[in-house]
């Protein structure tokens, strides 16, 4: 079986993060970057699968340099191969280019079964790459899920929203996302570490993977930022420490707000 | 005045009211087209509470296929009616399955996205609060038809009682090779409490409140302020809620009237999700909780001393009226 893991390299949530002045993207020049929690949940998923078929497991992801460490780690945890796509032209990529990318990059994959991703990234919280990559793949999407069994050519899930719960099944290939509840991501053993040391990483060109682009190029973004503005903090308000009557300052204080 | 498409969001039986919130919002922009995709029947029993919140026409995407499959019907009706239309901008509510079913739509009209706005005006800049709420930021679609979807609770619904006029698509059929079959539905247990993204109040339970049982006095206070109930990360980790109750980065994000944090120590993740809302009440035993920097009025209290009073004073004020 063949395996691609989506993963993403993100500012340390623990960590103040600010837009850059000049072009309102994320500052990252100062900000602890890691690879997204819920991505390792992902990486995870797909050496699970590994133990108990014969995946081959191949990591990609888009970003800059730096993003290189978020591959090194999931190949330490056990994946085969990485696919790196690095190009200063993605800078700022929206949601849609970066999708387009990632399935493009997934097709220079021979013979997927299953592409592997998180639900939702803890910076840009779009929650809807994994969605447009199955679109554009023409892959089903079983998205959301916090619990996976993939047996004979068939993936069934248990999907948790917003919405309620429900039970997705879908012939592979096919596209899963996971949420954080799916499982608890193993350690990079030591001889893990040495050994992804050796495994390769591919950098395909971003020329190769759009052939078709003409002139202008790969259109980055279809949106435009008008203005940011940084917001204020928020101010604390009063302070009680219960007597045995807090309860009731509360009432009135919410009384006098009109909120009750 | 150019259309807008709508995408109804509902039950089967119920529209939602983050629907008439788009309605109100689309507005702004042209005239309010919604789009029901359902099961037959689904788009006549809606028509009328639409056509009160300004649907100038009401788009019936119907078959009995639409609900047994995860986004596609979803996304192709919106693709029909973009074609029929030409609409200004396309509106959908930023839940899960609306931000999956924009995406895609915007891939298929190579369209610009914007997700989670909290604001639109009428020159079709959206507004969306970042990182957690530290920054503002307003955007616009430079290309294709704007795909936008709004967070549930950030515009005020209005009625605007017009008359709508029925159109039909005709979905095609779905290809179960490229979309994933919905074989059983558990919906919300939340029971007859607001859904979380439509309350205007929120009480939220975190570690501090111990277990389980004693989500009680959570539910307790949240009934008697008519609100739904939320938890820390903490709280669902540890077994004492359910996940889908999660408020916070990689929970759900909330802005109600009143949020009401109940033994949460108010950690960065969990204020991502919450830090909108309009006024904030935070009961902690420890002086020094982070939540107390943010909150409108803090109680350094014991939270089953506290809340129980709150709960009866909230009651009786409720009795009187
Ligand atoms: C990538 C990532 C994503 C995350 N996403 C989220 C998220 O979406 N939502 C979220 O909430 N967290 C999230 N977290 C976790 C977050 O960092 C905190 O761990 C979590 O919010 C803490 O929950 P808590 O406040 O309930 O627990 P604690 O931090 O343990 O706080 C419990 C509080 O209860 C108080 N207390 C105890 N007993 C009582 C009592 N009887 N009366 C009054 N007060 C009492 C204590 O003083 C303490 O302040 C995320 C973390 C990471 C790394
Ligand atoms: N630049 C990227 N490189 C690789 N995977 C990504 C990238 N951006 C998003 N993803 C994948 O899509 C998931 C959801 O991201 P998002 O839709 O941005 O919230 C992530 O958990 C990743 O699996």
Do not use: W
């Given at each position: 079986?063949?395996?691609?893991?989506?993963?993403?390299?993100?500012?340390?949530?623990?960590?103040?993060?600010?837009?850059?002045?000049?072009?309102?993207?994320?500052?990252?020049?100062?900000?602890?970057?890691?690879?997204?929690?819920?991505?390792?949940?992902?990486?995870?998923?797909?050496?699970?699968?590994?133990?108990?078929?014969?995946?081959?497991?191949?990591?990609?992801?888009?970003?800059?340099?730096?993003?290189?460490?978020?591959?090194?780690?999931?190949?330490?945890?056990?994946?085969?191969?990485?696919?790196?796509?690095?190009?200063?032209?993605?800078?700022?990529?929206?949601?849609?280019?970066?999708?387009?990318?990632?399935?493009?990059?997934?097709?220079?994959?021979?013979?997927?079964?299953?592409?592997?991703?998180?639900?939702?990234?803890?910076?840009?919280?779009?929650?809807?790459?994994?969605?447009?990559?199955?679109?554009?793949?023409?892959?089903?999407?079983?998205?959301?899920?916090?619990?996976?069994?993939?047996?004979?050519?068939?993936?069934?899930?248990?999907?948790?929203?917003?919405?309620?719960?429900?039970?997705?099944?879908?012939?592979?290939?096919?596209?899963?996302?996971?949420?954080?509840?799916?499982?608890?991501?193993?350690?990079?053993?030591?001889?893990?570490?040495?050994?992804?040391?050796?495994?390769?990483?591919?950098?395909?060109?971003?020329?190769?993977?759009?052939?078709?682009?003409?002139?202008?190029?790969?259109?980055?973004?279809?949106?435009?930022?008008?203005?940011?503005?940084?917001?204020?903090?928020?101010?604390?308000?009063?302070?009680?420490?219960?007597?045995?009557?807090?309860?009731?300052?509360?009432?009135?204080?919410?009384?006098?707000?009109?909120?009750? | 005045?150019?259309?807008?498409?709508?995408?109804?969001?509902?039950?089967?039986?119920?529209?939602?009211?983050?629907?008439?919130?788009?309605?109100a919002a689309a507005r702004r922009l042209g005239d309010p087209a919604a789009v029901v995709v359902g099961t037959p029947g689904t788009a006549g029993r809606f028509k009328e509470s639409l056509a009160r919140h300004g649907a100038t026409s009401v788009y019936a995407a119907e078959s009995g296929e639409a609900g047994e499959f995860l986004a596609t019907p979803t996304v192709d009706a919106l693709e029909l009616a973009v074609r029929d239309a030409s609409p200004a901008a396309v509106l959908v509510c930023a839940t899960t399955d609306g931000r999956e079913a924009a995406g895609r739509l915007a891939a298929r009209l190579d369209a610009g996205l914007l997700i989670d706005a909290?604001?639109?005006?009428?020159?079709?800049?959206?507004?969306?609060?970042?990182?957690?709420?530290?920054?503002?930021?307003?955007?616009?679609?430079?290309?294709?038809?704007?795909?936008?979807?709004?967070?549930?609770?950030?515009?005020?619904?209005?009625?605007?009682?017009?008359?709508?006029?029925?159109?039909?698509?005709?979905?095609?059929?779905?290809?179960?090779?490229?979309?994933?079959?919905?074989?059983?539905?558990?919906?919300?247990?939340?029971?007859?409490?607001?859904?979380?993204?439509?309350?205007?109040?929120?009480?939220?339970?975190?570690?501090?409140?111990?277990?389980?049982?004693?989500?009680?006095?959570?539910?307790?206070?949240?009934?008697?302020?008519?609100?739904?109930?939320?938890?820390?990360?903490?709280?669902?980790?540890?077994?004492?809620?359910?996940?889908?109750?999660?408020?916070?980065?990689?929970?759900?994000?909330?802005?109600?009237?009143?949020?009401?944090?109940?033994?949460?120590?108010?950690?960065?993740?969990?204020?991502?999700?919450?830090?909108?809302?309009?006024?904030?009440?935070?009961?902690?035993?420890?002086?020094?909780?982070?939540?107390?920097?943010?909150?409108?009025?803090?109680?350094?209290?014991?939270?089953?001393?506290?809340?129980?009073?709150?709960?009866?004073?909230?009651?009786?004020?409720?009795?009187?009226?």
């Open positions: 079986m063949n395996i691609v893991v989506l993963v993403k390299q993100v500012p340390d949530t623990g960590a103040e993060r600010t837009l850059s002045q000049t072009d309102h993207t994320l500052d990252r020049e100062d900000a602890d970057l890691v690879l997204d929690e819920i991505n390792e949940r992902a990486a995870e998923a797909a050496l699970i699968l590994k133990e108990t078929t014969d995946a081959h497991i191949t990591v990609v992801s888009m970003g800059p340099d730096s993003a290189r460490e978020a591959i090194r780690k999931v190949l330490a945890m056990g994946a085969d191969r990485g696919i790196h796509i690095c190009d200063d032209r993605l800078r700022g990529a929206d949601v849609l280019t970066t999708a387009k990318v990632l399935a493009a990059a997934v097709r220079t994959v021979e013979d997927v079964d299953l592409v592997l991703a998180g639900n939702t990234t803890t910076d840009g919280q779009a929650s809807a790459v994994p969605a447009i990559v199955a679109e554009l793949l023409g892959l089903p999407q079983l998205t959301h899920v916090r619990q996976l069994t993939v047996d004979a050519g068939q993936v069934s899930a248990e999907r948790e929203t917003d919405n309620g719960e429900a039970t997705l099944q879908a012939p592979l290939p096919a596209l899963v996302s996971i949420t954080e509840k799916i499982n608890e991501p193993r350690y990079p053993s030591f001889k893990g570490i040495m050994a992804a040391k050796k495994k390769p990483v591919h950098t395909p060109d971003l020329d190769d993977l759009f052939p078709d682009a003409d002139d202008s190029g790969l259109l980055v973004t279809r949106t435009r930022v008008v203005e940011a503005v940084p917001r204020p903090p928020r101010a604390a308000g009063i302070r009680i420490t219960d007597d045995g009557s807090a309860g009731r300052h509360l009432v009135e204080y919410l009384i006098a707000r009109k909120l009750v | 005045m150019p259309d807008v498409l709508v995408l109804v969001d509902h039950d089967g039986e119920h529209v939602y009211k983050s629907t008439y919130e788009l309605l909290v604001d639109l005006d009428s020159s079709g800049v959206v507004t969306q609060i970042v990182f957690g709420g530290s920054y503002t930021v307003r955007s616009e679609v430079t290309h294709g038809t704007p795909v936008l979807a709004l967070r549930p609770g950030a515009v005020e619904p209005e009625e605007h009682p017009v008359t709508a006029v029925e159109r039909t698509l005709a979905l095609p059929s779905v290809d179960p090779a490229a979309s994933a079959r919905i074989t059983a539905r558990r919906t919300g247990l939340a029971g007859d409490r607001p859904a979380l993204n439509e309350a205007t109040v929120v009480v939220s339970g975190g570690r501090g409140v111990g277990g389980a049982q004693g989500f009680e006095v959570v539910e307790e206070l949240a009934d008697a302020l008519g609100g739904a109930v939320g938890a820390s990360r903490a709280a669902v980790d540890a077994g004492y809620y359910p996940h889908q109750f999660q408020v916070g980065q990689t929970g759900k994000s909330v802005s109600p009237q009143l949020y009401i944090a109940l033994g949460i120590s108010g950690a960065i993740q969990h204020l991502a999700g919450m830090q909108t809302s309009k006024t904030i009440v935070a009961v902690n035993k420890d002086p020094e909780a982070p939540i107390f920097g943010l909150a409108d009025c803090g109680v350094v209290g014991d939270l089953f001393a506290v809340a129980p009073q709150l709960t009866e004073g909230v009651a009786a004020r409720r009795a009187v009226r």
